[in-house]
């Protein structure tokens, strides 16, 4: 072991080592992939994605470039990961049946609600979709912190402006060590309305809130069963939504059978194999009544159930809820980053941290643009100053060696122009001085001006057509505006009111430019089936033999009999046993069983076995609770 012993090296417990390394594991896959960001919505691939295509110029209103060259870029700069994984992030991004606002325009084969594959990257085009220039809008303008890539070479953002709260308006999915997110797509006008509400009152709580964000909107449209499981999930962070397919029952009058068309299947719920899977239940005769099954789909979804004439629509329709994704689940999971750190939200809590990083955003672009237009207005005060005092400027500058002199001589002296003085005394002498300005350079109290170096350089190489008087009313003009807007920042960073302001106003422009229809109807109460729901209502012959034994028998297994006819036996029975009493009643009806023991029992037709004429029946103690 002495072999070993150097001053660089450790014994450590290798519990502890594994402990600390699978913990290390853990947080790289929530905080590094699985999980979205509460401010932006978005994982970190997705966020890579957009920034690649952004710094690519990939815009909306620019021709298609190819996939592969977007990937590429992605995985060479920011995410050094599989090509493919990269890849199907795009594709999913531009598919409308998976996000709810697609924030990449494809052209080419996508892939389908089929469960079809997409084209290979080599095959297809993308550009960022409009919508999604409003999540990376103001990065330019140090909004967001960024941070190095992978290898230290490049800066990609930490989080995205986000002008919408993109968590709710196309959910997200996804699973850690741990941790599992699964939240679903909202709509836009309804999530901005929401937010405005309780931007104007910070007290709303959950409940409030729905007024205004009445529950999940898929994109693939179809019913959401029920309010319950949205109230419990805005509430508290979990909940479960039933979703159910939109059908149509239609009834041709002249040959008397029924045809099922659905129009909308439930989210996330792949069309084809619904469609094999209603097929195998027909033939495996589950459901029964299918004559013929057709998918009529284009654009929409069309699938078309043909029924026979004798079966009850409703019925096979209930049958097939309750055995196929016609209706399915929605497990609602409302976990996202907050601070790199996994947190389960409820509704206001997203919106409360989507409003403060909005407040962050907008305070860090007011201080960007007030710190260039002071940059810009200090240079445009000093042009002011030198067309207040032209003739004497070029006079100094004609009369010195070179620009070095120039320069200096423009420093060494105070300057007078009543122009400045009297758009200072309206702002304020500091509106347009720099933060890193020298107290000696400016306008001071006596009225007189001292230029800075950077005015200085800036009247040196000012051209000669400046000093015609168009173009000096319209320096005075941009001076005046900069003023103007300078004034009007630091009100947006002084007044609290107009900073929210600013906010509502640019979501209220992104509900009114991106704002459509709500797709999925929400039906108030939860329509649960029952086996009721399950049974097609016909006429049946019950039986309890002497012995017992009970079952039912549809009554069309009974025949009317002519003269002579030799009859048909009822039921099978044990020797000395007999068929005691016999009734006909309808599947749906309710049955009163009397005990010997002076008790009662009610019991649903339906729920005594149907049996062949061969079969005696199940004995009644198997059906009832008798004791």
């Not at 606002?101 to 095959?123: E, H, I, T």
């Not at 999604?132 to 402006?161: I, R, S």
């Not at 699964?182 to 729905?210: F, Q």
Request: aromatic share 6%; glycine share 6%.
């Amino acid at each position: 072991m002495s072999d070993f012993e150097h001053d660089d090296i450790r014994t450590i417990n290798i519990e502890d080592e594994m402990r600390q390394s699978y913990v290390d594991y853990a947080m790289s896959v929530i905080v590094g992939r699985a999980l979205p960001d509460v401010r932006d919505g978005l994982k970190p691939v997705h966020r890579r994605v957009l920034f690649a295509m952004s710094e690519q110029n990939n815009a909306y209103n620019r021709p298609y470039m190819k996939s592969a060259r977007i990937v590429g870029d992605v995985i060479g700069k920011y995410h050094p990961h599989s090509d493919t994984a990269s890849y199907y992030t795009i594709v999913r991004m531009a598919q409308n049946w998976q996000l709810r606002y697609p924030l990449v325009d494809g052209q080419g084969n996508f892939g389908s609600l089929d469960g079809d594959m997409a084209a290979a990257m080599r095959y297809t085009e993308v550009r960022m979709a409009k919508i999604a220039h409003e999540l990376m809008a103001d990065l330019d303008k140090e909004t967001v912190n960024f941070v190095e890539n992978y290898d230290g070479t490049l800066q990609m953002p930490e989080v995205l402006p986000a002008r919408f709260p993109n968590l709710l308006v196309n959910g997200s999915s996804g699973i850690a060590v741990g941790f599992a997110t699964n939240i679903p797509p909202h709509n836009l006008v309804e999530v901005i309305n929401g937010t405005i509400a309780l931007i104007d009152d910070s007290t709303l709580e959950v409940d409030g809130l729905m007024e205004h964000i009445l529950g999940p909107d898929f994109p693939t449209a179809a019913i959401i069963n029920g309010r319950a499981g949205i109230v419990q999930a805005y509430r508290t962070g979990h909940g479960r939504v039933q979703m159910r397919a939109r059908c149509e029952i239609i009834l041709d009058e002249k040959t008397g059978k029924s045809t099922i068309i659905v129009h909308e299947i439930p989210y996330q719920v792949n069309r084809s194999k619904l469609i094999e899977k209603i097929a195998e239940l027909h033939k495996e005769k589950k459901v029964e009544g299918i004559t013929d099954l057709r998918d009529e789909s284009a654009k929409e979804t069309r699938l078309v159930i043909e029924l026979r004439r004798d079966v009850v629509p409703e019925v096979v329709l209930n049958n097939l809820y309750a055995q196929t994704q016609l209706q399915s689940v929605f497990g609602i999971n409302l976990v996202a980053l907050v601070d790199n750190q996994p947190r389960v939200l409820n509704l206001k809590q997203v919106l409360e941290y989507f409003i403060v990083h909005r407040r962050e955003v907008v305070t860090r672009r007011t201080v960007y643009l007030l710190r260039r237009a002071r940059a810009r207005g200090h240079v445009l005060e000093g042009l002011a100053v030198a067309l207040s005092n032209i003739d004497p400027m070029i006079e100094l500058i004609k009369t010195s060696a070179d620009a070095q002199e120039a320069r200096e001589k423009l420093l060494a002296r105070s300057w007078g122009s009543e122009t400045v003085t009297q758009m200072l005394e309206r702002a304020g002498p500091d509106a347009a001085k720099p933060d890193n300005l020298e107290p000696q350079y400016g306008l001071k109290e006596d009225g007189l001006y001292f230029l800075s170096p950077e005015q200085a350089q800036a009247i040196l190489e000012m051209r000669l057509n400046r000093l015609t008087g168009l173009e000096q009313e319209k320096l005075l003009e941009e001076y005046r505006e900069i003023i103007d807007n300078i004034a009007d920042l630091m009100e947006i960073l002084m007044l609290p009111e107009r900073l929210m302001g600013l906010i509502k106003d640019e979501l209220i422009q992104i509900r009114d430019e991106y704002g459509d229809e709500r797709r999925s109807e929400i039906v108030e109460s939860q329509e649960d089936l029952t086996m009721e729901d399950l049974i097609t209502p016909q006429e049946m012959v019950v039986t309890l033999s002497n012995g017992g034994y009970a079952k039912t028998q549809p009554l069309s297994d009974y025949q009317a009999q002519r003269r002579g006819g030799r009859g048909r036996s009822a039921s099978a029975v044990k020797e000395e046993d007999f068929i005691e009493k016999l009734l006909v009643t309808n599947s749906h009806d309710t049955l009163l069983c009397f005990s010997d023991r002076g008790k009662v029992y009610w019991l649903r037709t339906f729920q005594i076995p149907i049996a062949s004429r061969a079969a005696r029946g199940r004995p009644v103690v198997n059906i009832l609770p008798l004791g």
